[in-house]
């Protein structure tokens, strides 16, 4: 586990915190090495092929339990486990366990220093799996390893977990001197032989000729018998490559989002999985791997594969001259990439197919592969419009059209102006709203009954309650006509939403529709969301919207001197008793409403922004192309952000610190 320089100590940390969504986990490390295994539904070892996991390979061997192999193998670790330890004896056994005589000779000849160990010809798995009682892997070339090492017990194919960072491209790009149009690749890791170091460096030598701008970045702790400072020098490669060192993980995040190209090269391979390689991914780097082991099985739309033959260095320098001189195809397949990560690799996804497989080989069952959601054809053809932990959407066939809505909005000239220049986002809300049966009930927060009659009868909610701020406990009977003679009568009670305890049961609501309501909240918005989670069923749904600080009208107007808020005037006063209409405390943007509903125990099912009225705004042109330029995201910059949650569980933070000052 953290903080040792590992990134199976990475994935595990983040495994564990995720596995705790739906289950009791202790985490057992070289600090505690003594556990009852009897007292768990299942013990998961991580191993990887280093002296990080001896404690763990030797548990695995007095307590078997389901051993994760992120990699075919092992005999780094058993080399530490036995040579390291002057346990020349175990060296030898152990070689001739796994490899046979051959192998045994062979190890003798390493005990005598005639010879190095023979790494790659002599797995070690054997003794491993067959104490395990299951094995999870993260690709098809470890699977099939594992199945030709003899094991024929229950096997899990899982994804690597992928983290999806935010990423300060600019700050470190100012860090490296370079400015946002200058070509920067990057090599990330400990800077290892078989990462093809050379290779790379022998594409970029002759990359410099055609752009004597581009650069590059090795990030990592170098191999003490592998000079590469001195391959650099001995290429001239001097102003054009730079050695950074081993980093923090927060500086080795920014230096990959810095990157325009990420090289991700292997040869040769044991099927490892590179977290390096999927933080590059979820970043939306364009990437270039080997097309090799698990690499050659990530979706060929997602980034770019060089073989590992004679052609090697060529396809490697024409990859990079694409990407430097066409750097719109980068950046399509970065986006393309980060939707992949998003979909397949999330880290729920992966806990739950974690717990799911322990379940089943606890009680015996077979366990089927989940195959990846969507294809590499699919992910190729389609637009990308949305990334990062946020889902991708689905179109929802329309049930509310604007005449409908305008049609019950005709019972005044206040009412038909507020919906006339409120009917794109009305008409969106509605039409996003999870539908409703005869049992359902629901609530509409702040309830102006402009929506409210469509809930009964577009949506087929069986009851419909609307709310609305006011004095605790106070009930109003609300009944509008529509235009067409239509009735529609609904009970709203009144109470404060940030203060008052909701007057009803828990849950009691199929759905909640808080629309336009949390911008206007100056104190304790989490109360709401509280109150809200209460309410609802388990799986029920909150659909939020509300203004986006983050939309292009709003980088406009900073830019331009103004305020970017959409509405952060002073309500004038009025005479006394009249209702004042409450101004925005505290405006959202995409990603802080997906925080918001996570913290309160719902799982985003739908994020995504749009206009309040749409209408061409040809004058915002430039923003897009600004951010283009700086490869900053476009996507989710619309005046309205629109979302729907599934409840999940409980809050889970009551005063989440991007929210509260002094917050958890």
Not at 17 to 36: I, S
């Amino acid at each position: 586990m953290p903080p040792a320089k590992s990134g199976i100590a990475d994935y595990s940390a983040v495994l564990v915190e995720h596995l705790r969504h739906g289950a009791e986990v202790d985490a057992v490390t070289a600090a505690r090495p003594g556990f009852d295994a009897g007292a768990y539904t299942a013990v998961v070892y991580q191993i990887g092929n280093n002296g990080y996991h001896d404690y763990v390979y030797e548990a695995a061997l007095a307590h078997p339990g389901i051993v994760v192999l992120h990699e075919s193998n092992l005999h780094h670790l058993v080399t530490d486990l036995t040579i390291r330890r002057e346990d020349w004896d175990g060296y030898v056994a152990a070689c001739g366990y796994d490899g046979g005589p051959d192998a045994l000779a062979f190890a003798e000849r390493v005990r005598r220093l005639e010879v190095g160990p023979d790494y790659d010809g002599v797995p070690m798995l054997r003794r491993l799996l067959e104490r395990a009682k299951a094995v999870v892997v993260h690709s098809r070339a470890v699977e099939g390893d594992v199945r030709r090492a003899g094991f024929t017990g229950p096997v899990a194919r899982i994804p690597h977990g992928a983290w999806l960072p935010d990423g300060d491209r600019m700050g470190f790009r100012d860090r490296l001197g370079l400015d946002e149009m200058t070509p920067l690749i990057g090599v990330f890791g400990f800077l290892k032989p078989y990462k093809r170091i050379a290779e790379s460096l022998r594409a970029m030598r002759r990359l410099v000729r055609v752009r004597p701008d581009a650069k590059m970045i090795l990030c990592g702790e170098a191999h003490p018998d592998f000079a590469v400072a001195a391959l650099i020098r001995g290429m001239g490669l001097e102003e054009n490559v730079r050695m950074m060192g081993y980093v923090p993980i927060e500086d080795f995040t920014g230096y990959i989002s810095a990157c325009d190209i990420v090289l991700n090269l292997r040869f040769p391979t044991v099927g490892e999985s590179s977290g390096t390689l999927l933080r590059a991914l979820g970043l939306g780097r364009a990437v270039v791997v080997s097309n090799v082991g698990s690499f050659a099985e990530y979706p060929d739309a997602i980034c770019l594969k060089v073989p590992v033959d004679a052609s090697e260095d060529d396809t490697l320098f024409e990859y990079l001259n694409l990407l430097v001189t066409r750097p719109a195809v980068g950046r399509a397949m970065g986006e393309r990439a980060r939707r992949w990560v998003a979909e397949e690799c999330n880290w729920d996804r992966v806990a739950v197919m974690y717990r799911d497989f322990a379940v089943a080989v606890m009680d015996g069952r077979d366990w089927v592969n989940l195959e990846l959601v969507t294809s590499a054809v699919e992910y190729e053809e389609t637009p990308v419009e949305s990334v990062v932990d946020m889902p991708v959407m689905t179109e929802v066939p329309a049930q509310v059209t604007p005449q409908y809505l305008l049609g019950w909005a005709a019972r005044d000239a206040e009412s038909t102006s507020y919906a006339e220049t409120h009917i794109t986002r009305l008409e969106r809300t509605l039409n996003i709203t999870p539908p409703g049966g005869p049992e359902d009930r629901v609530l509409e927060m702040g309830a102006y009954m402009q929506m409210t009659p469509a809930l009964r009868w577009k949506l087929g909610y069986g009851e419909v309650r609307g709310c609305y701020y006011g004095a605790a406990g106070q009930v109003d009977h609300r009944e509008v006509t529509s235009a067409s003679g239509e009735v529609f009568r609904c009970e709203v009670d009144l109470f404060d939403a940030e203060k008052d305890a909701f007057p009803y049961p828990d849950g009691h609501f199929a759905t909640v529709l808080c629309c336009e309501l949390l911008e206007h909240l100056p104190t304790d918005p989490m109360f709401m969301m509280a109150e809200i989670n209460r309410v609802l069923k388990p799986g029920g749904h909150v659909v939020l919207t509300t203004p986006n600080v983050a939309s292009t009208r709003a980088l406009r107007a900073i830019l331009d001197g103004y305020h970017p808020g959409f509405f952060p005037a002073y309500i004038r006063p009025m005479e006394p008793g009249a209702e004042v209409e409450a101004r925005h405390a505290r405006e959202y943007t995409p990603r802080e409403m997906h925080t918001l509903l996570v913290d309160s125990g719902f799982a985003v099912e739908r994020l995504e922004t749009g206009e309040f009225l749409d209408k061409p705004r040809p004058e915002e042109r430039w923003i897009g192309h600004m951010l283009e330029r700086y490869q900053l995201p476009k996507h989710l910059r619309g005046d309205g952000i629109y979302a729907v949650g599934k409840k999940t569980g409980p809050v889970s933070k009551r005063y989440p610190a991007w929210l509260y000052a002094g917050g958890e």
